[in-house]
């Protein structure tokens, strides 16, 4: 019964997981190919640059929640002041205030489904694909070669 749940259910891991995953599988991608050899620059270099993009995305949303952070601010003190302002001023200024709290809020919403599907994803589309993405592809195909042997 309990390997029906787990057949039947999707598989989650954390990106950390997910790295950890990329990286021992490229290994052993190079380590079917030989111990030695000329494909081991390629293979660190892929690691190295796939690393990099999952370092790039962090700081990304590190940016963003700071960006998130320092609008919130910024709102607020524009709410503080336009309180200092008199009638005539504060019917023109809130339609704008509004406007501004109306984009905050759709750029800074959360997503509801973060669920990641390839299918649906224009990125994965080959043209699309960085070098380095397609070099993965390309080395971890070997591995789904040689088990189909």
Known sequence: MASEKQTSSSFEMTE?????????????????????????????NTITDVMNDWKELEIERNVFEETKKHAAEQLCEMERIFKTCSPEEQKEI??????????????????????????????????NKPIHIKRAESILSTLEENHEE
């Not at 990286?23 to 494909?39: S, W």
């Not at 509004?98 to 990125?123: H, V």
Request: net charge negative; aromatic share 8%.
């Open 94 to 127: 809130r339609p704008i205030l509004d406007q501004l709290q109306e984009i905050n809020d759709a750029y800074f919403s959360a997503i509801k489904d973060e669920t990641f599907r390839p299918d649906e994803c224009e990125f994965l589309a080959d043209e």
């Open 16 to 44: 950390a997981q997910m790295k950890t995953l990329v990286r021992n599988t490229l290994m052993v991608a190079g380590q079917e190919m030989g111990a030695e050899g000329d494909h081991w620059p390629v293979i660190k």
